[in-house]
């Protein structure tokens, strides 16, 4: 469409506005009324802007609308309506869009919009229209250019020559003219965008001859590259002139084909030949592109500059305290507009930055200097920085704004600085207490650490860079300082804790359980309702299902869910739906007469019904409980984030090593790519901080990277370089660290090719302990396959793969000849042979709950057991190896107290055997001492336990990596070997050692958790010396309340495992152990993770007779451990070249693989 020719409409509207003539404007009658219907056009526009573009296409403003407000402005009501309408007309393009169009149709819109704004820009640039609106601000508040100026600069002298700048300073000053500061202060910032504060500092001051130095310096650096251009080429000439340059041939220098490159041109030349030369440039995609930088700032003309000057001093002085206090008000109670808080911190950069160059007066800036203007800062800081990462559409908006306020938190620190120089004492004074508050705070210590690791430059522009290394380089350089002047600086630190928290339902549920005797009420009450249901008085519910075949959820898990809503429906006083299920029950599952017989009779289901009350059974949420409810627990959990405040010691280096990674370097490198445009002060700043991270930290195998060192080559073959001798140092300083080490690892030219974190530089320059481990002789490997096992492996498999209902890999398992390979080996290579398609065709069979209800003739014999051991030391362990009926601990206990053969759990306890003084007891095999002198002793230690589980929750997971010793623990693990854990050792052993295994052939590392499924090893982990054995091997305890065991850290790598389950194993006896003492049982014991334990045993104790260790007392009723009752003895450990291998005994799995069977069978 041609915007030249306008809608019918529109343009008898403009024509009925008036017309011009000469100098003088003459209005229609119709004027304002022409005037109102263009503003309701604007109004109504569509989204191209099309009532705008005509408008402007047209010139109304620059011939209509300026001629009469400057020639009717007498005209209250028209003049109004004139000021209304040229506001809407020179709005910004961005306020009209909303944001820079993408598609090329709007974009075309947009940028002829802006072509219009700023033809409108041009005819403000009239003294007559400044001076009209001057006199009508005047009537309102009731008071009586050299050089090539641009149209900006205009604007302002115009604005300065009507007066206009003294009404500004007025509104800002004026106590009954609140409401317009945030206006002023906008007005105040489009004023001096183009400006810059240190430059408008120096005016006025007798400083022109320091800018004229600084001018003439930048032509000199010019000018001397400009000569050393000429002279590097005057050099490179060869002495004889030939038209014919002549061709060569560079050997070594393959071309497209097997030839060597044929280059035509002169020798001088030849430095800058590559490959690429004549080909197209790689487009770089738009998403990937460097984020545009800021025009280059343009110096106003003179006069312009001195009224600005001047203008900055008034309001220093008069103003800006109370405005900028005004304006911090209104933002603080959300009475501005989105974003409006950019001209604050706009302002508060500027001034500050002026003020700071012009004398320094802190009493100007008092507003804006404090504790409380670094926490405004930082808090937009962070806001925005937030806001760039969940915005990505956005992302290069919210990095102008972020932008802005890194200027306003590097201009504070820079004030802070300079009151550190002042020469009053109470403004030094001020200065301290500043920076004590910005140094404890843990927020301003990690800001710089967030921008740097989180730095796009295809978000962010050069710019931000460059502000944020100078401002980085001034904290670190100010918190050193700080740090030398006091000794012991204490910092505040924080750390987020984490609880989960029950919901309260399930938290109550679990609290108060019916007791015996309710539950027996609860019986009486059921029992006419069951009656009445059984002789047909009360109608049975015909909708219960017990079963739903397309769940898939499996059939054992089902049954056991049945037997649980018969439960609940007994319990909620629901008889007749309970007998309707357990009938539907035992149809469904007739198998085992869980639900009873088939031809069962009434007082049969009346005993099955009491018993499955009776019941301690697990309880259950049901599934659609815990989906209506996961909302509510994940914001409970939220709830239960805390925030642990702590104080700590500060370091400066190791606050410095922070900076120590890939990011910053890169960044650093990034910003000094463009040090020829940088200026000085940038490149120092950059320059520094790299030299703290090479040769404070002594980390300069973090600097050895190919694009630094690419940026070093043309550095030092830059002709000007003589004016980067601070570049020049730093470069010379690291090449010669990389040669150096070039001649001893030949590694290091790889190395340049990636970015390294510290630990990589660390053993870059020291050496790879990681390779030196993997190339020596000691390393194992899984052994491989030979003909014969694969022969044998494949007619195991045919031969249990038919076999209904039963884990095919462990039937084969045992049957394998040594050494024994693990479940994890055995698919692996059932599926290298083609035998099965994917490791998902062996899934562990999942244990469900396999309940069965207790008969009269049982019953009768777990009494006549309980009284015939009732005397014994182990009550329960010898009921269990005598009872028919495999069941697991917890269910024979609950029957036990069911039965009130006990009163209490404790009854059932395995008697403990108190440790002999006398060296020679326990060889001579001397009897215990009594059971009841031991008392004291199992109290101390049950208290001494109770201290370290408090220690540990206190200490919090153990974050610190373990350092790979031979002989670790190895004294600690010889003292429990004497205390008679050498069962749970064993099993630690070969977890380490099956963890090693899995890491080494997956090549991915997760924390391992240590589930004990014995009571030998549950108590082994109560026990206070084999949780310091734990630590010291490097593990790592439940961190909070949601995990329960301890874990293998994903930080052990498989030789440090199997260097701990070597160093644990038990050695062969030492004749000169039998003459040391043991020590006594009552000597407390050390600290966690001491080695003070193993110096009392000697170096290699030869194992002494089994004896039971301490254990805590615990309640039995775990649902966990089905079918693990039996306990393990104590057995050698493997020899070592059998590391990589299952180190579990071929017996050993049979008989536990008997077991289960048996329990699977009861």
């Not at 109370?322 to 604050?344: G, I, N, S």
């Not at 004030?415 to 920076?435: F, G, L, N, W, Y």
């Not at 008085?537 to 299902?545: G, H």
């Not at 020596?776 to 793969?801: D, F, H, I, M, N």
């Amino acid at each position: 469409m041609d915007w030249y020719m306008m809608n019918c409409e529109l343009l008898a509207t403009c024509s009925a506005l008036g017309y011009l003539e000469g100098d003088v404007y003459h209005r229609e009658p119709d004027c304002l009324e022409s005037v109102k219907d263009l503003i309701r056009y604007l109004r109504h526009e569509d989204e191209t802007r099309d009532v705008r573009q005509q408008l402007g296409a047209a010139q109304i403003l620059q011939n209509d609308l300026l001629p009469l407000l400057v020639q009717h402005s007498q005209d209250k009501g028209l003049f109004d309506a004139i000021v209304r309408l040229m506001v809407n007309l020179t709005q910004p393009a961005l306020l009209c869009f909303g944001k820079v169009p993408a598609d090329a149709t709007s974009r075309h819109h947009f940028l002829q919009v802006l072509s219009y704004l700023q033809a409108y820009k041009e005819a403000f640039a009239s003294e007559k229209v400044f001076g009209v609106l001057s006199e009508k601000l005047y009537d309102l508040l009731q008071l009586g250019v050299d050089g090539d100026a641009s149209a900006h600069d205009r604007v302002l002298w115009a604005l300065h020559i009507s007066g206009m700048d003294d009404l500004l300073k007025f509104l800002a000053s004026a106590q009954a003219e609140q409401q317009w500061a945030l206006h002023v202060l906008e007005i105040i910032s489009l004023m001096f965008r183009d400006q810059s504060p240190e430059e408008l500092a120096v005016l006025g001051q007798g400083q022109e001859g320091a800018e004229h130095r600084e001018d003439t310096r930048e032509l000199q650096a010019l000018r001397h590259r400009e000569v050393a251009e000429k002279r590097a080429r005057a050099l490179q000439r060869p002495s004889r002139h030939s038209r014919f340059g002549g061709s060569y041939v560079l050997q070594g220098l393959r071309a497209l084909g097997d030839r060597d490159v044929v280059f035509h041109r002169g020798l001088h030349q030849l430095k800058s030949y590559s490959h690429d030369l004549g080909k197209e440039a790689r487009r770089v995609p738009r998403r990937r592109q460097a984020a545009a930088e800021a025009g280059p700032s343009r110096r106003s003309a003179r006069n312009v500059r001195l009224f600005l000057c001047q203008f900055c001093q008034d309001f220093l002085e008069s103003c800006y305290n109370r405005l900028m206090l005004l304006v911090k008000d209104q933002l603080v109670r959300e009475k501005a507009q989105q974003h409006d808080e950019t001209y604050y911190l706009w302002a508060t950069a500027f001034f500050m930055a002026f003020n700071r160059c012009r004398g320094f007066r802190p009493e100007l800036v008092s507003e804006t200097v404090g504790v409380r203007a670094f926490h405004f800062m930082e808090q937009n800081l962070t806001a925005y920085y937030e806001m760039a990462l969940m915005d990505k559409k956005e992302a290069a908006t919210w990095a102008r704004r972020m932008h802005l306020a890194l200027k306003a938190y590097q201009e504070l620190l820079r004030t802070v600085q300079e009151m550190d120089r002042h020469p009053e004492q109470a403004v030094r004074d001020s200065s301290q207490v500043i920076k004590s508050n910005i140094f404890y705070l843990m927020e301003y210590r990690e800001l710089f650490l967030a921008l740097f690791r989180r730095f796009d430059e295809a978000k962010q522009p050069r710019g931000f860079l460059r502000d944020l290394v100078e401002t980085a380089h001034l904290f670190l350089r100010m918190l050193e300082r700080f740090c030398r002047a006091r000794r012991g600086l204490v910092v505040q630190s924080k750390r987020v804790k984490r609880k989960k928290k029950k919901p309260p339902a399930a938290a109550a549920l679990t609290q108060q359980p019916l007791s015996t005797a309710e539950l027996e009420e609860l019986w009486a009450g059921l029992t006419p309702q069951l009656q009445g249901c059984l002789q047909g008085d009360i109608p049975l519910p015909e909708d219960v299902v017990p079963f739903d075949a397309a769940s898939e959820t499996p059939v054992e898990e089902q049954r056991a869910e049945a037997v649980l809503q018969i439960q609940r429906c007994l319990r909620g006083s629901h008889g007749p739906q309970a007998l309707s299920l357990l009938r539907s029950a035992r149809d469904v599952w007739p198998e085992g007469d869980v639900f009873g017989p088939p031809d069962v009779g009434p007082s049969q289901e009346m005993q099955l019904l009491r018993e499955i009350l009776l019941a301690p059974l697990p309880r259950h949420e049901p599934p659609e409980a815990e989906e209506q409810e996961e909302d509510e627990e994940e914001d409970e959990e939220e709830e239960e984030q805390t925030v642990q405040v702590s104080e700590k010691e500060f370091n400066f280096l190791d606050y410095l090593r922070r900076f120590a990674c890939a990011p910053v370097v890169r960044a650093l490198v990034l910003l000094l790519r463009g040090y020829s445009r940088n200026s000085p002060r940038t490149n120092h700043c950059a320059a520094r901080l790299l030299h703290r991270l090479a040769r404070d930290l002594r980390m300069e195998g973090l600097l050895f990277q190919l694009s630094l060192f690419s940026l070093f080559h043309r550095l030092l073959n830059d002709p000007a370089a003589a004016a980067h001798q601070e570049l020049v140092a730093l470069a010379k300083f690291i090449l010669g660290k990389f040669f150096a080490l070039a001649a001893t690892n030949k590694k290091a030219f790889v190395e340049l090719l990636f970015w390294k974190s510290p630990a990589a530089a660390t053993e870059m320059i020291k050496g790879y302990s990681s390779m030196q481990d993997e190339e020596g002789p000691a390393r194992s490997r899984v052994a491989p396959w030979t003909p014969q096992e694969e022969q044998e492996l494949r007619e195991l498999y045919w031969k249990y793969k038919e076999v209904e209902g039963e884990d095919v890999i462990a039937a084969i398992l045992p049957h394998l000849p040594a050494p024994g390979r693990t479940r994890r080996q055995v698919v692996k290579q059932l599926v290298r042979m083609g035998l099965a398609s994917s490791a998902k065709d062996f899934p562990r069979q999942r244990k469900g709950t396999n309940l069965v209800l207790w008969t009269p003739e049982q019953e009768e014999e777990l009494t006549r057991l309980f009284e015939e051991f009732q005397g014994s030391e182990d009550v329960l362990g010898s009921i269990m190896k005598h009872l028919t009926a495999r069941r697991s601990r917890a269910r024979v206990v609950e029957k036990l107290l069911g039965l009130g053969l006990v009163a209490e759990r404790k009854e059932l306890y395995k008697k403990r055997k108190r440790k002999s003084h006398s060296p020679g007891m326990a060889a001579a095999g001397a009897p215990a001492v009594p059971a009841q002198d031991s008392s004291a002793e199992d109290s101390e230690e049950e208290e001494d336990e109770e201290e370290d589980e408090e220690n540990e929750e206190e200490e919090g997971p153990m974050e610190e990596q373990w350092a790979s010793e031979e002989g670790t623990g190895q004294g600690l693990a010889q003292r429990l070997h004497q205390e008679g854990l050498a069962g749970p050792l064993h099993w630690l052993q070969n977890c380490l050692r099956r963890t090693a295994q899995d890491r080494e052939e997956d090549g991915i590392s997760h924390p391992v958790p240590l589930v004990p499924l014995s009571e030998e090893n549950e108590d082994a982990m109560e026990h206070r010396r084999f949780r310091a054995l734990l630590r010291q091997l490097g593990l790592r305890p439940p961190a909070n309340e949601q995990e329960s065991f301890w874990r293998i850290p994903a930080a052990l790598s498989p030789q440090q495992l199997r260097r701990a389950a070597a160093a644990i194993a038990q050695r062969g006896p030492d004749p000169a152990a039998s003459s040391q003492d043991t020590a006594p049982a009552e000597q407390p014991p050390p600290a966690l993770g001491s080695d003070s334990e193993s110096e009392d045993t000697g170096p290699g104790p030869g194992p002494s007779p089994v004896q039971s260790g301490p254990k805590r007392r615990r309640e039995l009723d775990s649902e966990d451990e089905d079918g693990s009752a039996t306990e393990m003895p104590p057995t050698a450990p493997p020899l070592q070249e059998d590391e990589d291998e299952d180190p579990q005994p071929r017996g050993r799995r049979k008989r536990i693989r008997c077991l289960e069977e048996e329990e699977e069978e009861g």
